[in-house]
């Protein structure tokens, strides 16, 4: 027996009645192997429109939006979602707690009950740092033990939403601990897998064996994308991957009617009414543009091949003929590009209904819209202004040439929030299979009305209502609650996973360990640039990268800039190469290499310059790792620049990272290759710039374990060279542009992998 959903239990029943032509219980009968009346015409049915009619509901393979879901006792942790760079997307909510008399409460207790919003299976974690060393019981069961030194042991627990489970937490010294669970199966949602196999609802899409019903009495034809029509009997595949509103329509129209049914859908993505699908009505506003109706166009033509060979396309046609019975329509997102579209939609959509009716001779086809429905009660207002134009189609009062026969269904309340849904795309519903059923389900209803026939509505559980997004932005103090109420869930949960997780974990321990990779990277952000946002997100900046040594922006560098011999034309990127120095020049990286009698000169940094002048390459630029808003101090006159300079450092300390940052040019296309030398050993290179999507982090070399006895103190000669760009990869030359400065830097390793390098 499938699964169903209590909310339909008592439409069940309403289903167990006969059901007569001219009715459509509130919950559909499962599709039967009877043949349809082949003595009366074949019912046709358009669906026409833009990417949402095509059909973006996922049939199946949807994964969770957040990389983890987290629930807290605490009260002060925020409930909804947050982001951690380069980590992952989290969610956290509240755990309603009760003290042992049942009353609520939003303080720690020894004893009580709790209870979760949503089923799933949990791991409870119960206390922080000092306080986490305790044991915790839930219903008499032992869920987390943490002994002395040692680490926590948890056990999966399932939970219910709506009961409440009695713990005891034991052995804590203190107050005591506040208590969290993380949701370890994090299932997708949305997709009509879920939806219809695993939620039971719509039963009639599946059946007693768990596969896809198929409508025999419903043949489904695609002919507007499929090269000459592509069709099947209805079923949740025939669609390809996803599923648009002909799913719910046909269902419905193939339990209204006793005949064979035809959709005929001939939808294309990305177009706007008032444009691709401008009816004749409307006049052109671009006679000269073969885009402009070319998609009302297509349309018809697809319309009317499908009919031509409708012997063809429908399985068992005895040529019995067909009857255009309705018309459907669901699009709007294009026309909220131009105020334009927006003001003449409501004209448009009128000279749509009337073109359609007039090309295919039915005065008075019902026709039904769907609504765009983006955001559900939070729509966006250009949205807003489009939906109030479909609905003004429907309305016998704004029009009433179309009363009895063209209907309005708003679907806002069929939208699901990213939470529920395959995917975050607010323009095709997230995704969402049963927000794509729901629309077409109520599409079909509302046609069986215009009909003369009877659809009971479809039951609906309660939509939870939306708390609009908070739009001022919280204090710093706010920040900083927020931060220490989700420290734990952070650092013991999301930092530990992170730690733990195989993609992860050996590089981790390799940086942490000073190895050097097998694989150079001129860029500095490892795996460590994860762990360190995760002790940011907690509002821990202990282990950010910091300053170290001397002041390099003070110190007096030894220079020279010169033009090689080996030309490169400019239009050509990635201009560093072998190159030959000046006469004497050709040992400048050792320590002994004496720049004053090599005629160097010495400046500060920044060295720079945009088209042979001293100017920052960027006015908006804020990165500490790159500057170059900063206006250059010294000026690099020729393409080839080389710097060095000898520099006292303090000791290195254990448990801490050193590295050296190549700043000034951290933005795409805007710096080209480097190289750097400690003491004439040769730290880092890079033959190529900073090309396109690289850029946005910080360049240099990390100083591994092979190279670390150069900086053990003392004195060390950093050398370095660059080359000045000339070109843009997408805007041809540009004036040449350089800026370049060198800084030395440290990290404390965090404690997770300080203990294990």
């Given at each position: 027996?499938?699964?169903?959903?209590?909310?339909?239990?008592?439409?069940?029943?309403?289903?167990?009645?006969?059901?007569?032509?001219a009715?459509?219980?509130?919950?559909?009968?499962d599709?039967?192997?009877?043949?349809?009346?082949?003595?009366?015409?074949?019912?046709?049915?358009?669906?026409?429109?833009?990417?949402?009619?095509?059909?973006?509901?996922?049939?199946?393979?949807?994964?969770?939006?957040?990389?983890?879901?987290?629930?807290?006792?605490?009260?002060?942790?925020?409930?909804?979602?947050?982001?951690?760079?380069?980590v992952?997307?989290?969610?956290?909510?509240?755990?309603?707690?009760?003290?042992?008399?049942?009353?609520?409460?939003?303080?720690?207790?020894?004893?009580?009950?709790?209870?979760v919003?949503?089923?799933?299976?949990?791991?409870?974690?119960?206390?922080?740092?000092?306080?986490?060393?305790?044991?915790?019981?839930?219903?008499g069961?032992?869920?987390?033990?943490?002994?002395?030194?040692?680490?926590?042991?948890?056990?999966?627990?399932?939970?219910?939403?709506?009961?409440?489970?009695?713990?005891?937490?034991?052995g804590?010294?203190?107050?005591?601990?506040?208590?969290?669970?993380?949701?370890?199966?994090?299932?997708?949602?949305?997709?009509?897998?879920?939806?219809?196999?695993?939620?039971?609802?719509?039963?009639?899409?599946?059946?007693?064996?768990?596969?896809?019903?198929?409508?025999?009495?419903?043949?489904?034809?695609?002919?507007?994308?499929?090269?000459?029509?592509?069709?099947?009997?209805?079923?949740?595949?025939?669609?390809?991957?996803?599923?648009?509103?002909?799913?719910?329509?046909?269902?419905?129209?193939?339990?209204?009617?006793?005949?064979?049914?035809?959709?005929?859908?001939?939808?294309?993505?990305?177009?706007?009414?008032?444009?691709?699908?401008?009816?004749?009505?409307?006049?052109?506003?671009?006679?000269d543009?073969?885009?402009?109706?070319?998609?009302?166009?297509?349309?018809?033509?697809?319309?009317?091949?499908t009919?031509?060979?409708?012997?063809?396309?429908?399985?068992?046609?005895?040529?019995?003929?067909?009857?255009?019975?309705?018309?459907?329509?669901?699009?709007?997102?294009?026309?909220?590009?131009?105020?334009?579209?927006?003001?003449?939609?409501?004209?448009?959509?009128?000279?749509?209904?009337?073109?359609?009716?007039?090309?295919?001779?039915?005065?008075?086809?019902?026709?039904?819209?769907?609504?765009?429905?983006?955001?559900?009660?939070?729509?966006?207002?250009?949205?807003?202004?489009?939906?109030?134009?479909?609905?003004?189609?429907?309305?016998?009062?704004?029009?009433?040439?179309?009363?009895?026969?063209v209907?309005?269904?708003?679907?806002?309340?069929?939208?699901?929030?990213?939470?529920?849904?395959?995917?975050?795309?607010?323009?095709h519903?997230?995704?969402?299979?049963?927000?794509?059923?729901?629309?077409?389900?109520?599409?079909?209803?509302?046609?069986?009305?215009?009909?003369?026939?009877?659809?009971?509505?479809?039951?609906?559980?309660?939509?939870?209502?939306?708390?609009?997004?908070?739009?001022?932005?919280?204090?710093?103090?706010?920040?900083?609650?927020?931060?220490?109420?989700?420290?734990?869930?952070?650092?013991?949960?999301?930092?530990?996973?992170?730690?733990?997780?195989?993609?992860?974990?050996?590089?981790?321990?390799?940086?942490?360990?000073?190895?050097?990779?097998?694989?150079?990277?001129?860029?500095?952000?490892?795996?460590?640039?994860?762990?360190?946002?995760?002790?940011?997100?907690?509002?821990?900046?202990?282990?950010?990268?910091?300053?170290?040594?001397?002041?390099?922006?003070?110190?007096?560098?030894?220079?020279?800039s010169?033009?090689?011999?080996?030309?490169?034309?400019?239009?050509?990127?990635?201009?560093?190469?072998?190159?030959?120095?000046?006469?004497?020049?050709?040992?400048?990286?050792?320590?002994?290499?004496?720049?004053?009698?090599?005629?160097?000169?010495?400046?500060?940094?920044?060295?720079?310059?945009?088209?042979?002048?001293?100017?920052?390459?960027?006015?908006?630029?804020?990165?500490?790792?790159?500057?170059?808003?900063?206006?250059?101090?010294?000026?690099?006159?020729?393409?080839?620049?080389?710097?060095?300079?000898?520099?006292?450092?303090?000791?290195?300390?254990?448990?801490?990272?050193?590295?050296?940052?190549?700043?000034?040019?951290?933005?795409?296309?805007?710096?080209?290759?480097?190289a750097?030398?400690?003491?004439?050993?040769?730290?880092?290179?890079?033959?190529?710039?900073?090309?396109?999507?690289?850029?946005?982090q910080?360049?240099?070399a990390?100083?591994?374990?092979?190279?670390?006895?150069?900086?053990?103190?003392g004195?060390?000669?950093?050398?370095?060279?660059?080359?000045?760009?000339?070109?843009?990869?997408?805007?041809?030359?540009?004036?040449?542009?350089?800026?370049?400065?060198?800084g030395?830097?440290?990290?404390?390793?965090?404690?997770?992998?300080?203990?294990?390098?």
């Amino acid at each position: 027996m499938k699964p169903t959903s209590v909310l339909m239990a008592f439409a069940l029943l309403l289903s167990a009645l006969p059901v007569s032509a001219a009715e459509v219980p509130a919950l559909l009968p499962d599709p039967d192997d009877k043949p349809s009346d082949a003595t009366k015409p074949v019912k046709v049915y358009i669906l026409a429109g833009q990417s949402n009619m095509v059909g973006m509901g996922s049939l199946g393979g949807a994964k969770n939006v957040y990389t983890g879901v987290y629930l807290s006792s605490d009260p002060a942790v925020p409930t909804g979602p947050f982001q951690i760079y380069r980590v992952g997307n989290y969610k956290a909510s509240t755990l309603s707690v009760y003290q042992p008399d049942g009353q609520p409460t939003d303080k720690p207790v020894a004893a009580g009950q709790l209870e979760v919003p949503q089923h799933g299976v949990y791991q409870l974690h119960c206390g922080f740092a000092e306080s986490s060393y305790n044991v915790m019981q839930l219903d008499g069961v032992e869920v987390y033990r943490r002994e002395a030194s040692g680490e926590p042991v948890k056990q999966d627990v399932t939970l219910e939403p709506g009961k409440r489970y009695s713990f005891k937490i034991s052995g804590f010294k203190g107050d005591p601990p506040s208590f969290w669970a993380e949701k370890t199966d994090l299932l997708g949602n949305g997709d009509l897998e879920a939806v219809a196999k695993r939620e039971g609802k719509f039963p009639w899409l599946v059946d007693d064996d768990g596969n896809w019903t198929v409508r025999n009495d419903v043949y489904f034809q695609e002919a507007r994308l499929a090269k000459d029509g592509k069709g099947s009997p209805l079923t949740a595949t025939s669609n390809g991957k996803t599923i648009g509103p002909e799913l719910g329509f046909g269902h419905v129209l193939g339990t209204f009617h006793d005949e064979q049914v035809l959709l005929i859908k001939t939808a294309q993505g990305n177009r706007s009414l008032g444009f691709d699908f401008r009816p004749p009505s409307s006049g052109r506003t671009d006679p000269d543009n073969k885009f402009e109706s070319l998609e009302y166009t297509l349309m018809i033509e697809g319309v009317h091949k499908t009919l031509d060979n409708i012997d063809k396309v429908v399985p068992g046609y005895q040529g019995q003929g067909y009857e255009i019975v309705g018309f459907v329509w669901f699009q709007g997102h294009k026309d909220s590009f131009t105020e334009e579209s927006i003001a003449n939609y409501e004209e448009n959509l009128v000279n749509l209904i009337n073109d359609v009716r007039k090309e295919f001779k039915t005065p008075k086809l019902p026709a039904v819209v769907a609504t765009v429905g983006f955001g559900g009660g939070n729509m966006q207002d250009k949205f807003l202004r489009i939906l109030r134009a479909q609905m003004a189609v429907g309305d016998a009062k704004r029009h009433p040439e179309y009363a009895g026969n063209v209907a309005s269904v708003d679907t806002r309340n069929f939208w699901r929030e990213v939470d529920e849904s395959p995917k975050s795309e607010d323009y095709h519903y997230n995704r969402n299979a049963e927000s794509y059923v729901l629309i077409g389900d109520a599409l079909g209803r509302a046609m069986v009305g215009l009909l003369g026939g009877k659809a009971e509505p479809l039951p609906q559980a309660p939509r939870p209502k939306r708390v609009a997004s908070q739009t001022a932005e919280p204090s710093d103090a706010e920040k900083a609650a927020a931060q220490k109420a989700l420290r734990p869930i952070i650092l013991d949960g999301i930092a530990a996973s992170y730690v733990a997780n195989p993609r992860y974990n050996k590089s981790l321990l390799e940086e942490a360990a000073g190895e050097r990779p097998q694989r150079a990277n001129q860029f500095l952000r490892g795996s460590m640039y994860g762990l360190e946002n995760c002790y940011r997100a907690a509002g821990i900046d202990d282990y950010d990268w910091r300053p170290f040594g001397p002041d390099l922006n003070k110190t007096q560098w030894d220079y020279v800039s010169f033009d090689p011999p080996e030309t490169l034309p400019m239009e050509k990127g990635n201009r560093y190469r072998k190159v030959t120095y000046p006469a004497g020049m050709e040992n400048w990286i050792a320590s002994e290499f004496d720049t004053s009698k090599a005629g160097w000169k010495q400046g500060l940094q920044p060295f720079g310059q945009l088209d042979g002048k001293l100017a920052p390459l960027s006015e908006t630029c804020t990165a500490l790792f790159c500057r170059c808003s900063e206006m250059p101090k010294t000026l690099w006159e020729k393409e080839v620049l080389l710097v060095r300079g000898t520099i006292n450092l303090p000791p290195l300390k254990e448990s801490h990272r050193y590295r050296i940052v190549v700043g000034g040019a951290a933005h795409v296309n805007s710096g080209e290759g480097y190289a750097l030398y400690a003491n004439g050993k040769l730290l880092a290179q890079s033959t190529t710039g900073v090309a396109v999507r690289q850029g946005g982090q910080p360049r240099g070399a990390l100083i591994y374990n092979d190279v670390r006895d150069e900086f053990r103190g003392g004195k060390v000669t950093i050398a370095a060279t660059s080359f000045v760009r000339y070109n843009h990869p997408r805007r041809g030359i540009q004036p040449p542009r350089g800026h370049f400065w060198l800084g030395i830097e440290e990290q404390k390793l965090p404690p997770a992998l300080a203990n294990r390098k």
